[in-house]
């Protein structure tokens, strides 16, 4: 690919993310899952929701952080967590920041900084949006096993997938959404 020398360039490309879907999804049988922009909107809405029970937190940060956390998987796609396995260690986080250096290039380096923020998961706000970042995935899992697709117990199996950054508000949306899944089977386990 090339470095995108204008911010029209950028804008160009960056529309094509919602095009990129998410492939966790699909690999475990779901049509049509949600692109990369899609889940980057839900993400940043988790964060708007969960800043005010956060103090200290720069919500401006997050929410930026949020909304680009992602943006490098329009040029490399969004590789499952499954296809880390094939890679020499740290080569996604590389190529990731390549990419995002390249299309981010006409913006302020102040976005770079804060996908390498992200990436640590050291500040404040990268905690809350990796954290967020987890609790999206779980969210869209229940909504898709509530449209009726099946395949997603490896989803709840995974103890990775409910990594809370140390937030309370984040570990009781967890806590609910396991419950209700429970709840969930249960119910359908008494009705067969």
Not at 60 to 76: F, G, K, P
Not at 143 to 153: D, F, H, I
Not at 172 to 184: G, I, K, M, S, V
Request: net charge negative; proline share 6%.
């Amino acid at each position: 690919m090339r470095v995108n020398s204008t911010l029209l360039d950028l804008l160009l490309e960056v529309q094509t993310l919602d095009r990129v879907p998410r492939m966790g999804y699909p690999l475990r049988g779901v049509p049509e899952p949600e692109s990369v922009t899609e889940h980057s909107w839900h993400v940043a809405f988790l964060v708007w929701s969960l800043a005010p029970s956060v103090p200290g937190l720069d919500l401006s940060r997050a929410l930026t952080m949020a909304l680009i956390h992602d943006l490098a998987e329009v040029r490399i796609g969004d590789l499952p967590q499954i296809s880390s396995h094939y890679f020499p260690p740290g080569a996604k986080k590389a190529a990731e920041a390549a990419a995002a250096a390249e299309l981010l290039a006409p913006v302020a380096e102040s976005a770079l900084d804060l996908i390498a923020d992200y990436q640590r998961a050291e500040s404040l706000e990268a905690r809350l949006v990796k954290a967020c970042d987890k609790l999206q995935v779980m969210v869209k899992a229940a909504v898709y096993e509530r449209w009726g697709a099946g395949g997603l117990a490896e989803f709840w199996d995974n103890p990775a997938n409910f990594t809370d950054g140390g937030f309370e508000g984040v570990r009781e949306l967890y806590d609910e959404l396991r419950a209700r899944r429970r709840a969930t089977l249960e119910t359908s386990k008494g009705s067969a």
